[in-house]
Every structure is written in structure tokens, then in C-alpha cells.
């Protein structure tokens, strides 16, 4: 068959699977091993191998997640207040789509301007809808190769299912409420009429993504292979229903005022219906409880530790000799070294294949090119400008488990004054003379943060290694150090250290990155999951989860078990019984657990939103060092950074989600916009 024909046909099925964008036909199919161009759709089905590698090729359509910070497909960290840099704006740079949505840039008409091979937009709308129209043409044709035997035929089907659930998952947390098209293969060739259909609303897009998930998980291997790993297993389907669970309980989606006051005045224009219920419903935190209980008691996955050795720290006395606690992990803190259990899962230390917290992940390139090289001194070859603020920073507790507020009164924190002594705990140097702001933190501050006068190993160049980072104005480093046409230096004063192993180097002799994984979900998640659910009921409530019944109410013990292995995996004390039984206090104590633990992992994004606080925390002013101080004592201030118009944060209830293109609501007259837009 020619190519201009398939062009011109899969061209039309575009427009039949509701996306934006006309394409090419490879583009369509996008399975270079195994098809081009002129081959027709038919050809994906004859025989089982096609129709496998048809499917994959659906799969390879999905942005890797990891791309979250520099032409990412999802607002994701720069969007809230975990993640600042100061290269963005409309018609400059154009690469960091989190900075430039919180500015007020991104609208129905722009996304971003990524065109490069690997670049994406923040619209991926259409994307996911060619997804879902690949998953359904293979569902509807399971039955055509005769060499499929019944075995392949249910995993293909697991698989597939997994992957369309995936993708209205994307569209529900970044679009909301989606179109769904059920099993439909869409026709070409129809009137626009037949295309025209209306969003279903948020509780029926996230009960049917969940069904999906459910259908897929009974189907989809409960192991997957070293070689196959980054393939979704059953723990992966359970783990995301788990996770689309908590949000569909949280204040932003399950009435109330925060879903008054976000969605009261939206209604589906066809039949006047509210897109999200306006009517509390407990019940959902018991069914997010459970959703996440059953993740737990699958039994194969659990918080990764690495013994402790002579090289781990010393566990602060009261840590210690807490009775409400003491003991060996997962019990306590004792007999782990939490800086290296926690590091090493991000840094490639840890082999992500065969990592039980890792439940499902992918490997990637993107964090050594970005993220690492984002992070890294200008003066090793990085950019030194993926930021980290001033909130996160103060987030992180004392090593004894206080915060900074409670340890100032005794001294032990303090924002004058500098250390005498060096220290190297775990593998990591700290040097003598830093800023006392950053002496005695919690394993997870040094695992993660760069901060001036922080040390970048960089081991594998023998030429450029052991280098101190020096951020004041005139240091190589600092903003008056780095050349003159260059934006290359942190403006809030800290970066995302938490993605570098102690062997990664950008220039020098013998200069080479270890190969790092991204994690989608890991466990870590699902324990802080599973507490505040529990934390949020008030009675008992029996509900059905993937078939099975629950019987679920508040229980303090299981809430201080869940919550507390993270915790100690920390080295941290957890929390004892009185702190336990008040609600909003483990609220508190989650929100703060969620955001250091899940620094830079895309979660901070949604759960500000979720909760409701999203307008609480975004208008209070991204604080960090001051960039222009020359002096200690004029770099260590609190200070907001930039001047310039577009690093101004828009605070505005439109922004918790991404619009839908105005070129799609054109095509559907039904279709409703996303409110504020």
C-alpha cells in the first residue's frame, strides 16, 4: 500500500481519537523495530509478534516521568513551592513549563515551546488520546492473530488495559474530568456531530480509571523480570489505584468548602450536573485506607535500608532512648544507616530492579543530562540553577527530631554563627566553617540538598573532584562569578543534590555518570498513604475494593506503625501515642513528611492542591539566600530572589489543572472547559 494512502487515513483517524494535532504515520504508529510506514493498521494484528510490539509502541507514547523539571509534560516541581530557577519567561528560554504555568503563561493557546526530539509540552491531551485509541483497536482485535495463544492473549490484555488506564490517569490529574470512550475504536470519516461528545464527570472518570486498573491488575504478572524492568507489574496497578484513591478523598475532590469554592459554579452545560461532587463522602478515605492496605499486605514490598556500618552516625541519645520506640528497624532507628538508605535509592547505588520499595519505576536518561547536570556547580560543568527553596529547607527536621523552631531554644539550631569542626558520616564530607543553619539536620537535608559551601564529590574525574560550592556574588559560582551572558547560578542559594551519586562528574579526566531509574510509586508513598486515609475517619465504614469487602475505622496504632517506618527510615524518632491521637497534628506531621520526603518527585504539585492549601502555600513569597551578598554575613539573609516580571507567581484557582487546547474545544462544542480558563 502506497504511504500517501496510509498517510491520509491514519491522518483521519486523528481527528476520530479526539487529539489536537495532525501527524505522520510513523508518528501514529510509532514502532519503529517492527513497522514504517508502509505497512497498513491491519498489519499490527496478523500475528501475535506485530501485535505485541504494536502494543509496546502504545506504551512508548507516555512522556518519561521522570521529565518533570526542563521540557516536562506536566507542571510539575518548578509549579509549586519545593522548586524554583530563574532561566524562564514567555519568548526567552521557554524550557521550565512549571515556572512559566505558576507565572500565568501557559494558556488554552500555549504550553510550552519544546520541539526537540526528547522535548514535550505541557499539552498532552491529544497524546493520551491516541494512547487510548491504540489500547481499544487492540482489545477489539485480540481475537485476530491465530497464532496468539490464550496465555499471551491475557497478558496482552492486562498489559493493554494497564496502559489506557495509565493514560486517563494522566488526564485526570493534570485535565481532571475526562471523555470517555469506553471500548470504542472512534470511526473516520464521520460529521463532526458523531465526534462531539461531552466530559464525563470527575467521580465517574475516576471510578472507571480504577475499574480499569482493577481489571488490569488481575491480569498482569505479580513479578516482572530484571530484564523487563520498568513493565508494570500488579503491585503497579494496585499501588496507582491507591494513590488515584487518596486523591479522590481528599478536601479538593469530596465536598465541602474547598470543593465549593474551586468547583461550586461548574457545571456540565448539557445537563447542568456538577463535574465534582459537592457532597462530603467519609467513605472515600476508608476505601483509600484499604486501597493502600491491600498494597501492604501483597507482602513484597517494603522501605529499602542498607545496614549500618562504622561509617554510619551516631543516633542522637534522645532518638535512642525513646521507650515509645527504641528498638532495630523496622521497629526503630537502630542497626540501618538512614543517610545511605535513603540516598541510595536515587543516586543508582541501589539496582532499582530489584528494589522492594520500587514498585514501579523506569530506567532513564533525563536525570543525568537534567536534573544532575541542572543541579551541578557551574564550575564542574553544571548549570547550578535547579533550585531548591527556602521553605523546604526549613522543613527538614534536626536530627533528633525537632524542628528548627524547637531546637533554637537549646542552641542546637541556630542562624548565626558558622562550625569548627569537619565531619564525614556515610560517605558524605562536611566541610568545617558552614553556616550553622545547616549543621545537625536529618540524614534526608544532606541526601538531597546543595548548599553553599557543600561538597561535590564528582569520584569518577581524577582531575575535578572534592569541590566546595561557593555561592557568594563574586565566587565562580555565585551570581557574579559565573560569565556574563550565563544565568548558571542558584538564586534561592539551593539545589537538587538528591539525584547525584558521589562518582558523578561532568568534566575532568575520566568523567562519567552512574545510571540512574526514575521511581513512578514506591512504597514510602503507600505507608504515608495509608496513614492520613486512616487518619481521616471518624467511624466505622465496610467498603469493596477490586471485589474484595473492608471493614475500616480509625486506628491510632496502625496510623503510628504506617507513619513511623518512614521515619525511622530517616533516623528520626517517630511519633508516640499522644501525638498520634490528635488528628490534626499527624495531618501537620504528613504534610511535612510528604514534602521533604518526596523532594523533587512530583508529588508536591498535587498534593497542595488536593488538600485544599494550594492558594495558602503558593502565595506566600519563595524565600532563599541572597544572591548578591559578597560576605557571609550579607549571603545568609532570607531574601526574595528576582526582580524581573516573569518570576511573579500567579496565585489563581484556575491553575490546579493544565486548560484543554482551544484548538480541541473548537472541534467538540459539548466539551467544557476547565473553570477559570
Known sequence: MKKSIIKRILQVAVVAQLAVFSTSCKDYLNIDNYF????????????????????????????????????????????????????????????????????????????????????????????????????????????????????????????????????YYNILVDYGPAILLGDEVVNTNETIEYYDRPRATYDETMEYTCEEFEKAARLLPAEVSILDFGR?????????????????????????????????NWLRKTDNVHYVSQQYDEKRWAVAAAAAKRVMDIGKYKLYTVVADDKTPTLPKNVTSDPNFYGAFPNGAA?????????????????????????????????????????????????????????????YLMDDGRTKDEARADGYYSETGFTTQAKNFSGYPLNSGIYKMYANREMRFYASIGFNEAVWQALSSTTQNTYTAKYYYQDADGRGGVTATSPNYPITGYVIKKFNHPMD?????????????????????????????????????????????????????????????????????????????????????????????????????????????????????????????????????????????????????????????????????????????
Open 36 to 167: 514504517d510506514d508502509e505497512f497498513n493498521i491491519d498489519s499490527a494484528f496478523s500475528n501475535a509478534r506485530n501485535m505485541e510490539a504494536y502494543m509496546w509502541g502504545a506504551a512508548a507514547m507516555f512522556p518519561d516521568e521522570s521529565n518533570t523539571v526542563r521540557f516536562g509534560y506536566t507542571p510539575g516541581p518548578m509549579a509549586t513551592d519545593e522548586a524554583f530557577n530563574g532561566l524562564t519567561g514567555t519568548g526567552t528560554t521557554n524550557v521550565y513549563y512549571g515556572m512559566d504555568f505558576v507565572t500565568g503563561n501557559i494558556s488554552p493557546d500555549y504550553y510550552g515551546s519544546g520541539n526537540g526530539a526528547n522535548d514535550y509540552n505541557l499539552n498532552q491531551w491529544g497524546t493520551y488520546y491516541k494512547i487510548i485509541r491504540k489500547a481499544n483497536s487492540i482489545l477489539t482485535n485480540l481475537d485476530r492473530p491465530s497464532d496468539l495463544t490464550n496465555i499471551d492473549r491475557l497478558r496482552i490484555e492486562g498489559f493493554t488495559r494497564f496502559i489506557r488506564a495509565y493514560a
Open 232 to 264: 508494570p507489574s500488579k503491585g503497579a496497578a494496585l499501588a496507582l489505584i491507591a494513590r488515584l484513591r487518596l486523591i479522590h478523598a481528599s478536601p479538593l475532590f469530596n465536598g465541602g468548602p474547598v470543593a465549593s469554592a474551586y468547583f461550586g
Open 335 to 395: 542497626g540501618i544507616d538512614p543517610f545511605k538508605s535513603y540516598s541510595d535509592i536515587f543516586t543508582g547505588e541501589a539496582v532499582p530492579s530489584i528494589n522492594s520499595e520500587v514498585i514501579w519505576g523506569r530506567n532513564t536518561n533525563y536525570i543525568n543530562e537534567y536534573i544532575s547536570k541542572g543541579s551541578f556547580p557551574p564550575s564542574l560543568g553544571g548549570w547550578g540553577r535547579f533550585c531548591v527553596t527556602q521553605k523546604v529547607v526549613d522543613a
Open 505 to 677: 562528574a561532568w568534566i575532568g579526566t575520566g568523567a562519567r555518570h552512574i545510571k540512574k531509574a526514575y521511581s513512578i510509586i514506591r512504597y514510602a508513598e503507600i505507608l504515608l498513604s495509608y496513614a492520613e486515609a486512616m487518619n481521616n475517619l471518624t467511624g466505622s465504614h465496610t467498603v469493596e475494593v477490586g471485589g474484595q469487602s473492608y471493614t475500616v475505622s480509625r486506628d491510632e496504632d496502625a496510623i503510628k506503625n504506617a507513619f513511623n517506618q518512614v521515619r525511622y527510615r530517616a533516623g528520626l524518632p517517630g511519633l508516640n501515642a499522644a501525638q498520634v491521637s490528635d488528628k490534626a497534628n499527624v495531618q501537620k506531621q504528613l504534610e511535612r513528611e510528604r514534602m521533604v520526603e518526596f523532594l523533587y518527585e512530583n508529588r508536591r504539585y498535587y498534593d497542595v492542591r488536593r488538600w485544599g492549601i494550594y492558594e495558602e502555600t503558593e502565595r506566600e513569597p519563595i524565600r532563599g539566600m541572597n544572591p548578591d551578598g559578597a560576605t557571609k554575613d550579607t549571603y545568609y539573609q532570607r531574601v526574595i530572589p528576582g526582580t524581573s516580571s516573569f518570576l511573579t507567581r500567579v496565585v489563581h484557582k484556575k491553575l490546579v489543572w493544565v486548560p484543554i487546547p482551544r484548538a480541541e474545544m473548537r472541534r467538540l462544542p459539548s466539551l467544557d472547559q476547565n473553570p477559570g480558563y
